[in-house]
């Protein structure tokens, strides 16, 4: 007799496999997301961030980012539906907010550390207005995402 006839779910995999399974997924994961937040540690993304919002409450950005990743996690592997009406658009405009405004700073303070802006700058032989250069294609960006997403592309 098996573990699996048991256990409810375990897809036929005797339980000392989905224990090791679970373990081997869960060491992957926390792999993964070290990996992923030291690079936005090393790249200096969290500093930037405090800085120009001029507050010194570390312990609330380490809570939020962390609370971040479990909040996503859960919803990904859950697949925790938003119901759409005036809180689900509400909720999913913030979402894509704070998701526009942590890629615009990531990619700026990846910019920063490669040092590109200055290579940028030489290139194209620009004195001045490399930001308007930068915000040129941000609003590109935004342009496409909304023509995609009002012609009903993304269903």
Do not use: H
């Amino acid at each position: 007799m098996t573990f699996s006839s048991i256990m409810p779910g375990g897809f036929g995999i005797p339980l000392w496999q989905n224990v090791i399974l679970g373990f081997l997924g869960l060491s992957a994961g926390g792999i993964i997301a070290a990996g992923v937040f030291a690079f936005l540690a090393i790249i200096g993304i969290f500093p930037r961030i405090m800085g120009r919002t001029k507050t010194r409450q570390i312990l609330l950005y380490e809570t939020l980012i962390i609370a971040g990743g479990i909040l996503g996690n859960i919803s990904d592997i859950y697949e925790i539906p938003i119901p759409l009406g005036i809180g689900g658009n509400l909720i999913l405009g913030i979402f894509g907010i704070a998701s526009g405004i942590f890629v615009g700073c990531l990619v700026m303070s990846l910019a920063e550390t490669l040092k590109a802006l200055p290579v940028i700058n030489r290139r194209i032989g620009l004195a001045v207005g490399l930001q308007y250069v930068i915000l040129s294609v941000a609003l590109g960006k935004l342009t496409g995402s909304l023509v995609y997403f009002a012609r009903g592309m993304c269903l």
